[in-house]
């Protein structure tokens, strides 16, 4: 597991590094990135955090959030769906953005403070291991980062714990048919690159009920591979 870890980031770590040095646009694949959001969205954030968006996915739509709330974004990278949360929650909700690399909270708190975001705050952490306590959020958002953890059920616990009873979840990840062929875990390259560490549907409901999570409702949007699509995941944690 270590060795699939130091590669994802690796990956990460360089185009953390590459974004901030050129404003590189990473998402101009229609499977990734920026391409999933609305033009009007992207028009509320930074050039340079919707050009890092490396996702798969929209789950700010997803999310339906109101004023007020208090949002988690797990792996919240250059600070996109962080910006756009904060907006919408406005000045009486708060948002939390945790991501493990240094490179990329570093990027993320200076495009937050361009955009004039104030009600943000970027944790350095692992999504295996939040560092908020029990009963503190009230959704937790993520794009295209569950899959690229080895082991999915300490996230999934970790996605019940912060949350308030009636809590809810808006993820983007990565799914795999049921029926799909096992993809090749040995090539690390395709961990960060390609979805390799995505779960099949029904495993990704069956953690999610072992977690807690009721109204699970996993809906494939776009096919990113071979047997591989791109998710709007949806789930409440039981009041």
Known sequence: MS?????????YREAATRGAERHADLGGDDRWGRSRYEPDSLAEALAVA??????CGNPFALADLAPGETVLDLGSGAGLDVILSARRVGPTGQVYGVDFLDEMLEVARANAAEAGVENVEFLAGTIEAVPLPNNSVDVVISNCVINLVPDKAPVFAEMARVLKPGGRIAVSDVV??????????????????????????????SMLGLAGFSDINIQFTHEVGPGMNGAAIRAVLPG
């Open 176 to 205: 795999l048919d049921d029926d799909a062929a096992e993809p090749d875990q040995t090539n690390l390259e395709a961990w960060a690159e390609q979805g390799a560490g995505g779960l099949r549907r029904s495993q990704y409901s």
């Open 50 to 55: 919707a050009g890092l968006s490396m996702g």
């Open 3 to 11: 060795n699939i870890e130091d590669s994802v980031r690796s990956y």
